[in-house]
């Protein structure tokens, strides 16, 4: 049996650290990708020896809806390209849960398939939701995956003031992904995944 995190202290210490991230000076953050609808930066990550990229973009659907399709579960299976598999280990509470997820191979498969599992969070935040999560050390492996690794990640959505049926949508997100591939390649992948990630949620949006 895995030794399971106290789950209250997690949630409050990645609820903090990614309100700290959401609070950081425009000047601390460089474009690393832009289009019409996204913006992508970056900063060097303090947790490891990547980058902590932080994406924005507004989403054409009230915050529930936004933020149900992005937490674990059925939905998000269903439109997230990249993810290949979302399995629940263990519930603490309606919006807390430990899961493990898979990830398809990336740039003409010079990334693997990778395994995560991480601790993930739901709560209130000013007049939206708060969708945040960090990976476990969890010692049972699978041996066709790399195991990688989340340093605390997660993503605010908020309604539009203009426009209150549509959401504004902000994600930080810094994963170390571990296994032999240049961080090069990893920042390059980050940042178009990123914005297909948007892409793919809106449209599975409009289709709901």
């Known amino acids: 049996m895995e030794a399971l995190p106290d789950a209250a202290v997690l ?5 903090n650290t990614l309100i700290q991230y959401h609070n950081l000076e425009d000047e601390k953050w460089r474009v ?4 019409k609808d996204v913006t992508i930066w970056r900063k060097p990550s303090e947790e490891f020896n990547g ?3 932080k994406a924005q973009g507004v ?9 149900d399709h992005i937490r674990p579960g059925p939905c998000r299976l269903d439109w997230d390209s990249l993810m290949t598999s979302l399995d629940i280990l263990e519930h603490f509470e309606e919006n ?3 899961m493990r997820y898979t990830t398809a191979g ?7 398939p990778r395994e995560f599992v991480d601790f993930s969070y739901t709560v209130g935040y000013k007049e939206g939701l708060l969708s945040c999560g960090i990976s476990l050390d969890w010692s049972e492996k699978r041996s066709e995956f790399v195991r990688g690794y ?4 997660g993503w605010f959505c908020v309604p539009l003031k203009e426009s209150p049926s549509r959401s504004l949508l902000t994600g930080y997100i810094q994963t170390d992904l571990r296994g032999m591939i240049p961080q090069s390649a990893v920042d390059t992948a980050m940042a178009s ?11 599975a949006l409009k289709k709901a």
């Open 96 to 98: 807390c849960c430990v």
């Open 150 to 153: 989340n340093h605390p990640c």
């Open 193 to 203: 995944t990123l914005i297909n990630f948007y892409g793919d949620l809106q449209r």
């Open 32 to 35: 690393a990708k832009k289009t």
């Open 11 to 15: 949630a409050t210490r990645l609820k």
């Open 51 to 53: 980058y902590l990229f």
């Open 106 to 112: 990336q740039l003409w498969n010079i990334i693997s």
């Open 59 to 67: 989403i054409d659907d009230v915050v529930n809806s936004v933020i």
